[in-house]
């Protein structure tokens, strides 16, 4: 019941300014915002929340605490240096060894080795997309670390990379840009911050259209979540001829409309992969939305591996 001039003031004030001019936001949200996400919004920003701009008490509430929370992420990635230093020479290493079998001459792909121009272009792009609803309030601190970690990595080993995070909060779906894939500094990524419900299949389906906003400097993409698979919103299901009252966005539902969502972009020519950080229970779960492409962690130490 909200005035949604109101909403949208409050999301640009969270989030920052749309990165799309607003006919394409008008575009992404009339293809998009269909089906089971009829009446939803789109966002895709790069802010970070003022508490000075904030229009509302709620809105500088939430610009105050992102701000803490930034500072508790640099602390907490300072205070363990050296495990997430050992951790991305690591994974370093390991993309670096996947990389060289790749190019190995039993692949017979010998233009990689006599062409100079084609060795230095990037042969892919990895997007980076962490979960940032609040059931990740309890360890916001590790998952901007390993956002931190799994770009550097990539970066060290020159493979393009834009770390996002997505939420949603009265009825917008936001997509945060908190690293492009031309910027060296690495720092915005600690403005993580954890808030409101996540809509994963339509997260799925912005990371795709900001895809093809932004595609980055390589024809081939790597989607890659750090998830704990429980898709959970506010905004209802609007009715249809199947359910005349609409239903809850969670549970078996929103894991197979997230489900749903993966396999339309992988018949896109997107491969989607995650890393899952969850409990015990959404096990399962995440293996129906991702299916093989999936590695599960349960602590810091075990990042390299599964990535």
């Known amino acids: 019941r909200q005035n949604a001039a109101e ?10 300014r749309s990165l799309y001019p607003p006919e394409r936001l008008r575009k992404a949200e009339q293809e998009l915002c269909t089906g089971d996400h009829l009446g939803c919004h789109l966002w895709f920003a790069a802010g970070v929340p003022s508490p000075e701009q904030a229009p509302t008490p709620e809105a500088k509430h939430l610009a105050e605490q992102a701000q803490l929370q930034a500072d508790r992420n640099r602390a907490y990635y300072a205070k363990n240096r050296e495990l997430h230093r050992s951790v991305v020479l690591r994974l370093t290493e390991q993309i670096r060894n996947c ?3 790749w190019r190995a001459p039993v692949l017979d792909d010998a233009r990689v080795f ?3 121009e084609e060795e230095n272009q990037p042969a892919f792009t990895v997007d980076l997309l962490l979960d940032a609803s609040a059931s990740r309030l309890h360890c916001q601190e590790v998952i901007a670390a390993q956002g931190v970690i799994l770009a550097e990595s990539l970066t060290a080993c020159g493979i393009p990379v834009r ?3 997505f939420s949603s909060l ?14 060296k500094n690495l720092q915005n990524i600690h403005q993580y911050f954890a808030s409101g419900w996540n809509r994963d299949g339509l997260a799925l389906r912005a990371a795709g259209d900001l895809l093809d906003f932004a595609p980055g400097p390589a024809p ?8 704990d698979a429980s898709p959970n919103d506010s905004r209802r299901v609007p009715p249809s001829s199947e359910n005349p009252l609409g239903h809850d966005y969670g549970g078996t539902f929103g894991v197979d409309d997230a ?10 020519g997107l491969r989607v992969s995650a890393v899952f950080m969850g409990e015990d229970r959404s096990i399962p779960d995440a293996e129906r939305i991702y299916g093989k492409d999936l590695a599960r962690i349960r602590g810091m130490d075990q990042l390299a591996r599964a990535a």
Request: net charge positive; charged share 25%.
């Open 163 to 165: 770390v996002s995070c």
């Open 7 to 16: 909403d949208r003031a409050y999301i640009e004030s969270c989030f920052g």
């Open 259 to 268: 489900a749903a969502e993966v396999r339309t972009l992988r018949r896109k």
């Open 114 to 116: 006599r062409c100079a």
């Open 220 to 227: 081939r993409h790597l989607l890659i979540l750090l998830t």
């Open 170 to 183: 009265r009825g917008y779906t936001v997509l945060r840009v908190l690293k492009g894939f031309s910027d």
């Open 99 to 101: 990389i060289l079998v």
